[in-house]
């Protein structure tokens, strides 16, 4: 792995990692869904005009149709959505954190569902990614963190794995701008109608701020668009499986942020639970790297 595949992976795990941030940000000054679907609605247009500009369509396969539309659902419209409504009530670094156990989350899947061996230094990882999670619940149950905003933190990354696991089909024909932009049209039309009813009747008052704006902006451009655009650019040079292992700088990133930008405390047991989880999830993804890991296109 040459330095300017390291530079992008760390510039990946970055603006992955800081979304939370922007979106505790989003959520205390706007309603979470409908914030959610704008954001969707602005960013995949956006793709798929970028798509369009390369060459690409969106004739996509009926494979692709299915992933594409079971990863919109899932990833977009259930996983982020479920992280929004929770980041009303939860920290941003403790979001963050539930969120980056994904990489654990397949690892258990494939092995359970798809019956894809594990490793004994996988399984350890898997082991290490519950011990780290305890370490980290433990400390905080009783601490004022609220077990809605957990459990809605959780349902979300099952969401995700179960996209991430979806998407193996999604890009087999090529066309992974327009794939990209599509899953996020998806995810804003099935948003809208959540919105609509949970949210316009109450008429939530819109806290406008130079910082609201920003982070709205932020989030639409630098996690949404930018994040993908270095995600495929990695995988192009080193391969999704390696690319992958990037996944253990999050919970770090995650909490770094948080905590220069919100004023989060990050308390010892937190640190040492997110090393364990982070080694963890390193574990997971070094026992799947081949001698010679192929070129496959994948999505954060």
Known sequence: MDMRAILMGLAFAAMWSSAFTSARIIVAAAPPLGSLALR??????????????????????????????????????????????AMQWVEASLAAIIASTMPLVVALAGWLVLREPLKPVAMAGLLAGVVGVAIIMGT???????????LFCTIGVIALAVATLSLRGATSGGNFMMVVGLQMLIGSAALWPFALALEVPHQPEIL????????????????GLAATLVWVMLID????VRAATFHFLNPFFGV??????????????????????????LAVQLAKVPATAPKTVGNP
């Not at 609201?212 to 996690?223: D, E, G, Q, S």
């Not at 040079?237 to 999704?240: E, Y």
């Not at 770094?256 to 999830?281: F, M, P, S, T």
Request: aromatic letters at 12%; proline letters at 2%.
């Open 40 to 85: 969707f609605l602005i960013s995949g247009l956006i793709a798929v005009a970028l798509a369009r500009a390369m060459g690409q369509t969106w004739r996509l396969t009926r494979g692709q149709w299915r992933a594409t539309i079971l990863f919109g659902i899932c990833q977009n419209a259930l996983y982020l959505g479920f992280n929004f409504v």
């Open 237 to 240: 040079r080193i391969g999704a």
């Open 140 to 150: 905080r149950f009783g601490g004022g963190m609220d077990p809605l905003g957990v």
């Open 256 to 281: 770094a942020i948080a905590a220069l930008l919100l004023g989060e405390k990050l308390h010892a047991w937190d640190a040492l639970g997110v090393a364990v989880i982070a080694a963890g999830i």
């Open 208 to 223: 406008w701020s130079v910082e609201l704006v920003l982070a709205f902006l932020y989030t639409t451009l630098v996690p």
